[in-house]
């Protein structure tokens, strides 16, 4: 279509017999550049992946020998670095099991307690008036990007002093108070997309504020707050500082990305193994990511539009 | 379907606080008040509690003198001195720290933004397969920080490493390059010899290679909104490729770019997890959020911890000021 349209200097360079105007090898280098950005962007992003993958089902011996392979061949494949990875430490494994129970303990905890909190609290900053609601969102916004390290050093001492430090009860706390901003904000811009005339139709045939809420409301935003929970479980699972801060004295507790970091510093443990644990860390956030690509790259951008 | 109710929502949503400057309307609003402050106060008390509350301690933490060791023993009417300040602006390296941040924040920010800039412009256009590579890139940025940066660590280790491995093979380098964990080098070329500060490139290009999916994503999303009856009209006219960019699309991306800009550097100057990971701070690339790390856990000093976080988090507040009043007024204006 676009391709049809001449220039007029394309024309005019054609007319003068000078097939070579600027328009021309610019869009012909463009072209090639094009190709090549877009392959150099596929191997950039996917190669450290796909590195993880392979050395994952390779014995550490034959990474020593020949660290340069870029497949694994068919005599070298195997999986028992997965098993030795995810076994207790007490059948002389690494305990990435329980790691992985904690973290999805904690990451759908997460999830459900600023789920619960912050889709009523979005629905109020989008509808209602009240006093003070400008100066809550504001302080929201502010919160969501401050400096999590101000934040660990009082927590860490609140939590040494109550005693709940080592406990994964308190990295939900602190994780619920990090992500619930950021999740009134995503889901509030959604509320606000949502016609306001449903509702009043609603409260004309006498319904409560509750019930609008929980029969109008609530399904109509449903896209919203499932991409919306999909954000925060990826955020939680994927969370390092506090987790490292609370949780490093017992190991019990250790999420997969707490245990996968302090067990890389260990040379008693082969990297191929260490390998595998990272491919179980990262597995589960892929799996959602293109499960729900668009609705979460939707909610990502809803923000950025509006400025 | 969607637009006409939105059309009636508009003059309902703004007349309503008309309606309700009638007395006949004052309790149905007090009850509006009152249901907006029910439903939003669990948020408001754990944001309070388990944020507010916090900061502000570190504020009077940073002014006394509290370590691991006599935490149990402080109260919160301790003795108040400035000792802590005195003694971080006094120690050897949080000037370095300091400098340490800015520079790999800023050349972060820069490369992330440049990356995600070329990468929009490149997958602008749709062919088979774009959607798939929108998904791809987009993986470095949501994949666990702990994975990713295991990796890159096992990627550019000296013994075993594909990188090194490869540069020795096929490169022609002397040696192994420890990327990590050298604090500069020398290198030459074209004759002449420069001296890099080896890790703290490393860790730079960590970053933009993490972040670069982010700029992409906003920036992706506004070259959509790009009508394309501009890029057609300077087409018509005779604009070449690198004038439309430059005249037509850039112009468009700017505010985009000026928002993704204060993010990323908010985030990069504050960011302790990739460079703890790669480095642990070592090798010249010790940022200060990684110091106050070692602050607080190594050393067990939590004044003088408190004391950079507050520091960091006011250098931030001052750059991201000067930045709002100078550059956001300038871009209103054109």
Redesign the interface.
Same mark, same amino acid.
Do not use: C
């Given at each position: 279509m676009s391709t049809e349209i001449r220039t007029r200097r394309e024309r005019n360079a054609v007319a003068a017999g000078r097939p070579w105007s600027r328009d021309r090898v610019e869009t012909l280098i463009l072209t090639w550049l094009r190709w090549i950005v877009i392959a150099t962007i596929l191997i950039v992003t996917l190669f450290p992946f796909y590195y993880m993958l392979v050395l994952s089902v390779r014995p550490i011996s034959s990474l020593l020998q020949d660290p340069g392979a870029l497949w694994v061949s068919a005599g070298e494949f195997n999986l028992e670095t997965y098993t030795s990875v995810l076994q207790s430490p007490s059948d002389g494994g690494q305990g990435f099991l329980i790691f992985m129970r904690n973290s999805a303990l904690v990451a759908l905890g997460t999830v459900v307690v600023t789920l619960i909190l912050a889709i009523p609290g979005s629905y109020a900053i989008s509808r209602l008036q009240f006093f003070g609601r400008q100066r809550i969102s504001a302080l929201f916004l502010a919160v969501y990007l401050f400096p999590s390290i101000l934040l660990a050093i009082p927590l860490f001492v609140f939590f040494t002093r109550i005693g709940l430090r080592g406990e994964l009860l308190g990295l939900l706390l602190v994780y619920v108070a990090q992500v619930v901003p950021v999740s009134i904000y995503m889901l509030r811009n959604y509320f606000e997309t949502i016609p306001i005339s449903l509702e009043e139709a609603a409260a004309i045939d006498g319904a409560s504020r509750f019930t609008i809420m929980r029969r109008i409301s609530l399904p109509l935003a449903m896209p919203a707050i499932v991409s919306n929970g999909l954000y925060i479980f990826m955020i939680a699972w994927n969370e390092f500082l506090f987790a490292l801060l609370f949780l490093v004295e017992s190991r019990e507790n250790w999420t997969v990305s707490l245990g996968l970091s302090q067990l890389a510093g260990s040379i008693e443990i082969p990297t191929t193994v260490l390998m595998a644990g990272s491919v179980i860390l990262t597995l589960p956030i892929i799996i959602i990511f293109f499960a729900a690509e668009r609705l979460l790259t939707e909610g990502l951008t809803a923000g950025a539009e509006k400025g | 379907m969607?637009t006409t109710?939105?059309r009636?929502?508009a003059p309902?949503?703004e007349g309503?606080?008309v309606q309700?400057a009638g007395r006949k309307r004052s309790s149905m609003?007090k009850a509006?008040?009152?249901?907006?402050?029910t439903? &939003?106060s669990?948020?408001?008390i754990?944001?309070l509690?388990? &944020?507010?509350? /916090?900061?502000l301690?570190?504020i009077m933490?940073a002014f006394q003198q &509290?370590r691991l060791l006599n935490?149990?023993t402080a109260g919160i009417l301790g003795n108040y001195t400035i000792s802590n300040f005195t003694e971080v602006f006094s120690s050897p390296g949080f000037l370095e720290a300091l400098l340490v941040t800015l520079v790999y924040s800023v050349a972060g920010t820069g490369l992330a933004i440049g990356f995600g800039l070329?990468?929009a412009l490149?997958?602008r256009?749709p062919f088979r397969g774009r959607t798939l590579?929108r998904?791809? @890139?987009?993986? /470095?940025y949501?994949? /666990?920080?702990?994975?990713?940066t295991?990796?890159? @660590? @096992?990627?550019l280790n000296p013994?075993?490493?594909?990188v090194n491995?490869?540069g020795t093979?096929f490169l022609g380098w002397d040696q192994a390059i420890p990327f990590l964990s050298e604090r500069q080098r020398d290198v030459s070329f074209l004759g002449l010899t420069f001296t890099v500060p080896t890790a703290l490139l490393t860790v730079i290009a960590f970053e933009a290679?993490r972040s670069f999916?982010f700029a992409f994503?906003?920036l992706t999303?506004?070259l959509q909104?790009v009508p394309a009856s501009l890029d057609?009209a300077a087409?018509?006219?005779?604009a @070449?490729?690198?004038q439309r960019f430059r005249y037509i699309l850039l112009p468009q991306l700017l505010?985009?770019i000026a928002?993704l800009s204060v993010?990323r550097f908010?985030w990069t100057?504050?960011s302790?997890?990739d460079i703890y990971?790669l480095t642990g701070g070592g090798a010249g690339t010790e940022v200060v959020?990684v110091r106050?790390?070692n602050f607080?856990?190594s050393r067990g000093d939590?004044g003088a911890?408190?004391a950079q976080?507050?520091v960091?988090?006011v250098i931030?507040a001052v750059l991201v000021g000067i930045y709002l009043k100078f550059f956001a007024k300038k871009e209103e204006v054109s």
């Open positions: - | 969607s109710p939105r009636d929502a309902a949503r309503a606080p309700r609003a509006e008040q009152r249901a907006g402050l439903l &939003i669990p948020t408001l754990i944001v509690v388990m &944020i507010v509350l /916090p900061i301690w570190t933490l &509290i935490l149990r070329i990468a490149a997958l256009k590579v998904a791809a @890139t987009l993986i /470095p949501v994949a /666990p920080i702990v994975a990713v295991f990796v890159w @660590t @096992t990627m013994q075993f490493g594909i491995h490869w093979q290679w999916p994503l906003f999303a506004r909104a057609e087409r018509v006219d005779g @070449t490729p690198t505010p985009t928002v993010l908010i100057f504050n302790f997890d990971l959020a106050v790390y607080l856990i939590i911890a408190s976080a507050l960091l988090a931030l």
